[in-house]
């Protein structure tokens, strides 16, 4: 399920970090935040908090939200199924850290 790799490996540019298994909570909320300025646009990764809803509160609409799930995919290395996907709340940026982290955890498939 997930690329090769250890930790979060930033290069100066952070909309191009891959994250590999085992992402603690600050490192898989830094990769939330990084990709939520991405998709976004106009948010700045030190206003946002856990707390926040991803629509009442940050303004996201459907459309953010199936880009900003790209954009884990792509920093992650993996692809998230549908299905899953399904079974979750997904409501706080909290919601999105714990997501993260579980995928983070998770061997390989």
């Given at each position: 399920m997930?690329?090769d790799g250890?930790a ?13 298994p085992?992402?603690?909570?600050s490192?898989?909320r830094g990769?939330?935040?990084?990709a ?10 030190e206003t ?5 809803e991803l629509?009442?509160?940050l ?10 799930l ?7 290395g993996i ?5 899953d ?7 706080t940026v909290?919601d999105?850290?714990d997501?993260?982290?579980?995928i983070?955890?998770?061997p390989?498939?």
């Open positions: 997930l690329s250890g979060v490996v930033p290069d100066g540019d952070t909309s191009n970090v891959i994250a590999g085992g992402l603690d909570r490192q898989a990769l939330v935040f990084d939520l300025t991405v998709v976004l646009r106009g948010v700045q990764a946002v908090d856990e707390g926040q629509y009442a509160d303004g996201m609409d459907s459309l953010n939200f199936a880009q900003l790209v954009e884990l995919e792509t920093r992650l692809q998230l199924d549908d299905e996907l399904m079974t979750i709340e997904l409501v909290a999105l850290i997501l993260v982290e579980r983070s955890r998770a390989e498939k």
